[in-house]
């Protein structure tokens, strides 16, 4: 994939996209360039474009870039329990055509509910669980399923 075909199946402007790449928002990008086409074009796997949709969606929606960083790191962390088993969230996410959502509460803990998985509100770094009452005051959500279907082409 590269980043007119992403944005032909996103509706963002290839410019905010490398907006994205080149600000560095999405934390472990593998992206090679080109060599011998004229631009020398970004070439990168869906999933990549995944991190750069996700990215360019919530600047869209306004929130600066260092929030953007947090946001997408805290999520990569992220991991979904079920009988026994732990899987990565957003592997999850993107290998099976589940409704899902991201939430970002309080600039800090992580939070993912992907069908019947609920990952509960986390916070990156920290081993120890929150407290089962645990609310946020504030919140970001991100509709990780319909970012996933459009970037896919589903």
């Known amino acids: 994939m590269d980043l007119q075909t992403l944005s032909q199946r ?3 402007p290839v410019r905010k996209l490398r907006y994205c790449v080149d600000h560095g928002l999405v934390p472990g990008l593998k992206i ?10 970004r070439r990168f796997n869906e999933d990549v474009g995944f991190g750069l949709t996700c990215a360019a969606t919530l600047l869209e929606a306004g929130f600066n870039r260092s929030t953007v960083r947090k946001f997408l790191k ?9 009988k026994g088993s732990e899987t990565l969230a957003l592997a999850a996410v993107l ?4 409704p899902a959502v991201a939430e970002f509460g309080d600039g800090i ?15 990156p770094g920290n081993p120890a669980p929150l407290d089962i009452s645990y609310r ?8 990780l ?3 996933r ?6």
Do not use: H, K
């Open 109 to 123: 803990n992580i939070r993912v509910v992907a069908g019947d998985w609920d990952s509960r509100w986390q916070c």
């Open 74 to 82: 805290a999520l990569l962390t992220v991991m979904l329990r079920s």
């Open 136 to 143: 946020p005051t504030t919140y970001i959500g991100l509709d």
């Open 10 to 12: 996103t509706g963002f």
């Open 95 to 98: 290998e099976r055509p589940l």
């Open 32 to 41: 090679e360039l080109t060599n011998g086409e004229a631009g020398r074009p």
């Open 149 to 154: 279907d459009r970037v896919y082409g589903r």
């Open 145 to 147: 399923g319909q970012i």
